[in-house]
């Protein structure tokens, strides 16, 4: 389909659509991001697309396959055991998928009846009766370290070996496992996942799930006795070694990918056997109890003895009706004797209930008559309690099973668990709570949330078996007496109502304890709303408090894995992820948002990574948010500054309900449109920082800004040219400038370079820097090189550095550098520690841009005294005087440009004072102290008149 009739199909859908807008928006950032080329894509899309439900996902095994490893030295040699229980078994495949490893360094043994059929270039161990008899024999004469042992017909991805080699390249005594699938013997298609959270030693005596795409240590396997050598199937066999070993390794590690994929004719599980594996490292473990098989829900559970502990079940009510469904449900349906019922409540309610419940014994009451807080209330009846467990729950709960505190109470028997919540249900048989994630679309994300509470095996085994979590339930939560003592209760202050669950939750974690989800007791709920939530309303501090605290639990959930999101949770966006700098977080200063279009090394994104340093370095708290990710968030990180990547912001104002707890926001570029139209109107100051070309708004944003901004809105512009662009096309904006800052790195000299240009003794070295598009102007500087004599052309090298954007201007410089192939190198986008490198080796930067308000490359220039030439069509260009502190060329003129790089050739030796004046200019106008001043100035009075 030829670029024409792409872009007939876009404007019937310009016609036929009702939100225009939102069209030329995406045409808009389609052009800023992936200029011509990337909007000829997006159109592509748009006219290919099939009819698909809105929540349809990429298969996750094809999503993976996305992801590139890098090839290893192989090291370590890795032995590959096959197990063949039937003379009939074919191992061709499973002998082609090892022989297809990238990996290298590899042994095959296998290990077959003794009549089966040998196999070329295999070492075959046979067996009499059954594989057990020579298992041990085999590890005993293995060659390497590691083994990893496979079902005859089973497949390793070709992956494999080289990502179980690279976690152990540097350890010893590791047990390293890997998700898996199933697929179908008969066509090949896969028919179910098992994707598997990083390793949960309670969950795995649940549900056995680290079983098959094992590799084991030698030396541990011997350790822990060996292969049990009798007569039982393969799983039970490898689910005994798996238990063992996991008790004597010293690492744990979990491959966040499939590289198993299991024949389904040849999987054979011998589940009562498997209570005996379990019984077995119970014991080992030290429990008095046993397993026991649930044939409705196929999962493993316990009957463990503890100590007959005493239970405070705390309620917080003010509602008559609810409390006294729950109380009574609660007396009718406990058969766990040893309980007390504490009641918070005020005291027209407590009167009532005392003079109805007056012959109950166990029930005992606390008044309280402040404005509501659900943490104090909580904390107000634990202080009357005189159980060993504290249970907290809604009074919205309704007990069903008479077993529930029983259940509760057997999870405790495991002393690392601190605290734990059951399943909880809603009247209509709907999982409403199965665990929660911490991390990711609303910060704690519920998986199963509204589905029916029926398992659906590969699909939401996490909701029917006991395991550990991150995030307990905020409608029941039993933790042990003196561990809340420890961790002093609830917060009253910061997380009074929501989120006051995560809160102890991650308080529990800090002590080194675990939270636990029981899956084998459920209560329900009359609470009807959506989230797992005491209180819905938004909080005004909960968002911030979470962030500065507790950013590195939000990063990753160990027990709910990105690949976990990916394939179970459901109508939720998955493009959402915190990242931790892990530097101390100053508590008392401001909270100052960033948001950023992308987090690119380029300019706008460059110039708000410093505003947050120097926001940081005042004692305040930054962090970044942006739709995309993107190479910066590594620099951010490393400052300090911890980065949200929310792909919903454009989309969504979701984003809104935690921004708006912040005291300042920071919002960057024209791009960002959409977020200035939420937040205008809004109490929060917001400062919009502009840096956009006229192009930008004749492409699309002259359609996109609003018309008129709220008073809280405060428009800065970086530099005199931005202003006057913003000022043609929105007179009745109030705009001031604000100059960005490049921290001064001249002063470190030379270094050994990690980025070095290669033969360029003796020449004189040119450099371009930025996105190859129509904008920047490559297209003229290859014409002026071109056009060049020969003779100075042999005296010169020309680096053109930056990421494809536009195929028009990349074809101008591929000519370019065809033509002179030796003189003319292309680099992809850098780092900013490469590009200090290119810097520091060149003699001059040229900007050809033919609309750029200020670009950060030519400040950089002259901050290291290198010779700027420069477009008149730039901020830069306003300051600087053509022979003086720089050379400026005009009307995009590639001849002109020519002669001014000529000049440089003739007169490179003698252009010392013009690059000190150029230098001179990024000291006033572009030093750190500058900008430290303008900017924390702007912040200060902003927040001063706030409050």
């Not at 109890?289 to 503890?306: E, I």
């Not at 979590?469 to 905020?474: D, E, G, T």
């Not at 060049?788 to 101008?812: A, H, L, S, V």
Request: charged share 25%; aromatic share 12%; with cysteine.
């Amino acid at each position: 389909m030829r670029l024409i009739s792409k872009v007939r199909l876009l404007l019937v859908a310009y016609q036929r659509t009702e939100d225009k807008k939102k069209i030329i928006s995406k045409v808009w950032k389609t052009l800023l991001k992936g200029g011509i080329s990337g909007l000829k894509l997006t159109i592509f899309s748009v006219s290919t697309r099939q009819d698909k439900n809105v929540n349809d996902k990429m298969d996750i095994y094809e999503y993976q396959q996305k992801e590139e490893y890098p090839c290893l030295n192989a090291n370590k040699n890795i032995t590959v055991i096959i197990e063949v229980n039937d003379i009939n078994t074919d191992i061709t495949g499973t002998i082609n998928s090892i022989n297809s490893q990238i990996y290298n360094n590899y042994n095959i043994i296998i290990i077959t009846p003794v009549n089966y059929k040998n196999v070329n270039d295999v070492i075959n161990y046979s067996y009499i009766n059954y594989p057990g008899e020579v298992y041990n024999k085999v590890i005993d004469n293995i060659n390497g370290e590691y083994f990893i042992v496979i079902n005859g017909s089973n497949i390793l991805h070709p992956n494999a070996l080289q990502q179980f080699a690279q976690k152990i390249e540097n350890i010893s005594n590791a047990t390293v496992y890997c998700d898996e699938c199933i697929f179908d013997g008969r066509d090949g298609k896969r028919t179910k996942y098992f994707i598997k959270p990083d390793y949960s030693p309670i969950y795995q005596l649940t549900s056995l799930y680290i079983e098959q795409g094992v590799m084991f240590s030698k030396e541990v396997v011997k350790k822990a006795g060996g292969f049990n050598n009798e007569n039982i199937c393969y799983s039970a066999r490898i689910n005994d070694t798996v238990l063992k070993a996991l008790q004597y390794s010293e690492y744990v590690i979990h491959i966040n990918q499939i590289l198993l994929l299991r024949n389904s004719f040849a999987e054979e599980i011998d589940k009562y056997y498997n209570l005996t594996v379990i019984d077995n490292a119970l014991m080992r473990l030290g429990h008095v109890g046993n397993a026991l098989f649930n044939d409705n829900n196929y999962n493993y559970n316990f009957s463990l003895s503890y100590k007959n502990p005493k239970v405070s079940i705390i309620i917080p009510t003010d509602d008559l009706k609810l409390i006294h469904k729950c109380i009574t449900s609660i007396i009718s349906k406990t058969d766990y004797p040893i309980y007390e019922i504490i009641i918070v409540a005020n005291k027209s309610v407590c009167e009532k209930l005392e003079k109805k419940y007056k012959d109950f014994s166990k029930l005992s009451y606390v008044l309280f008559h402040n404005s509501f807080n659900y943490a104090q209330k909580c904390n107000l009846g634990a202080n009357e309690a005189k159980g060993d467990i504290l249970l907290f729950m809604q009074d919205t709960v309704v007990i069903s099973y008479n077993d529930w505190l029983k259940k509760i109470i057997s999870c405790f028997a495991f002393e690392q668990v601190g605290a734990v919540s059951p399943k909880v249900i809603r009247e209509d048989k709907t999982i409403r709570y199965a665990g929660i994630i911490s991390g990711g679309f609303g910060f704690f994300p519920i998986p199963f949330n509204g589905e029916p509470n029926v398992l659906i095996e590969g699909v939401n085994e996490p909701a029917f078996f006991s395991r550990e979590v991150s995030i307990l339930s905020a409608t029941c939560i039993a933790i042990r007496k003196d561990l809340y003592t420890r961790i002093q209760g609830f917060n009253e202050v910061d997380t009074p109502d929501k989120f006051s669950n995560a809160d102890i939750s991650f308080k529990v974690q800090n002590f080194g304890l675990k939270c636990m989800y029981c899956a084998d007791s459920i209560i329900a709920t009359e609470n009807s709303s959506w989230y797992d939530s005491w209180f819905n309303t938004e909080s005004k501090s909960a968002y911030i408090y979470l962030l500065k605290n507790y950013m590195y639990l939000l990063e990753n959930d160990p027990y709910f894995t990105n690949e976990m999101k990916y394939y179970m949770l459901r109508n939720v966006p998955h493009e959402y992820s915190f990242y931790s700098s892990g530097k101390n977080k100053d508590k008392s200063g401001f909270s100052i948002l960033l948001v950023s279009h992308e987090l690119s090394l380029t300019g706008a994104p460059i110039a708000l990574h410093y505003a947050a340093k120097t926001i940081r370095e005042s004692g305040n708290y930054p962090v970044v948010v942006s739709p995309y990710d993107g190479k910066l968030r590594r620099e951010l990180l490393s400052d300090g500054i911890d980065v949200i990547i929310d792909s919903t912001i454009n989309g969504s104002d979701f984003w809104i309900k935690w921004a708006t707890n912040f005291d300042l926001i920071i919002v960057s570029t024209l791009v960002q449109y959409h977020s200035i139209v939420q937040l205008k109107d809004m109490k929060i100051p917001v400062i919009w920082w502009v840096h956009e070309s006229r192009e930008s708004y004749l492409i699309g944003a002259d359609r996109l800004i609003p018309n008129e901004v709220g008073q809280n809105i405060h428009i800065y512009c970086g530099g005199g040219y931005a202003k006057s662009v913003m000022k043609e096309f929105r007179p009745s904006y109030r705009t001031e400038e604000l100059l960005y800052c490049v921290p001064d790195y001249a002063s470190e000299g030379k270094k050994d370079y990690k980025y070095k240009l290669d033969n360029i003794k003796d020449k004189i070295v040119f450099s371009i820097i930025g996105t190859i598009e129509e904008r920047k102007g490559q297209d003229i500087f290859s014409k002026a090189v071109m056009a060049m004599p020969k003779e100075y052309i042999e005296k010169c090298r020309f680096f053109i550095i930056g990421r494809k954007i536009n195929d028009i201007i990349y074809d101008d410089v591929i000519k370019l550098k065809n033509m002179y192939p030796d003189q003319v190198t292309l680099i992809n986008e850098v780092s900013r520690d490469e590009i200090r490198d290119v810097y520091d080796q060149c003699d001059v930067v040229v900007c050809a841009s033919k609309d750029d308000p200020m670009p950060v490359f030519m400040t950089e220039c002259l901050m290291l005294s290198k010779i700027a030439i420069c477009s008149e069509n730039t901020g830069t260009a306003s300051l600087l005087q053509d022979g003086i502190n720089g050379l400026v060329y005009k009307n995009n003129d590639y001849k002109e440009l020519m002669n001014k790089m000529i000049y440089v050739i003739d007169n490179n030796q003698s252009l010392n004072k013009l690059k000190q004046e150029g230098r001179n200019t990024y000291e006033k106008y572009f030093t750190k102290e500058a900008f430290d001043n303008s900017i924390t100035q702007i912040i200060n009075q902003l927040l001063k008149e706030e409050n």
